[in-house]
């Protein structure tokens, strides 16, 4: 089984800065992608940014605001927030997608358990 541990998220103002981690732990023989998602009420889950090894993805409403970023000797993903916005206002998510040893070897969709963060106005 692989594990995430998300930690950062919290209280502040419009125009402040957040940063999310999130670390993967258990039987894992490589990470293919990770992810930040969000979810704010009476909405559904959206994916924010992923980070591959070949290249980053954000959503339009983060770009030049949020940074995505991945330290694959830790198996750790990071989210910087700037610039945050009520908006921005949700849980967030780390998803995870990493290749397993045991009990055999397949490639699973991980997902944390969420940290809230709010932005007040």
């Known amino acids: 089984q692989v594990q995430l541990a998300e930690s950062g998220g919290g209280l502040v103002q419009a125009g402040g800065s957040l940063r999310l981690s999130c670390a993967a732990s258990?039987?894992?023989?490589?990470?293919?992608?990770m992810g930040w998602y969000r979810q704010a009420p009476g909405k559904q889950r959206e994916l924010v940014a992923s980070?591959?090894?070949?290249?980053?993805m954000y959503a339009d409403s983060v770009k030049g605001r949020f940074t995505i970023s991945a330290d694959n000797a830790k198996n750790t993903v990071s989210l910087q927030m700037n610039s945050l916005k009520p908006e921005d206002t949700a849980y967030y998510y780390c998803?995870?997608?990493?290749?397993?040893?045991?009990?055999?070897?397949?490639?699973?969709?991980?997902w944390g358990q969420g940290t809230l963060v709010t932005v007040s106005s």
């Open positions: 998803n995870v997608g990493a290749v397993v040893a045991t009990p055999a070897m397949s490639y699973l969709e991980v």
């Open positions: 258990g039987s894992i023989l490589s990470i293919s992608a």
């Open positions: 980070i591959n090894s070949r290249s980053t």
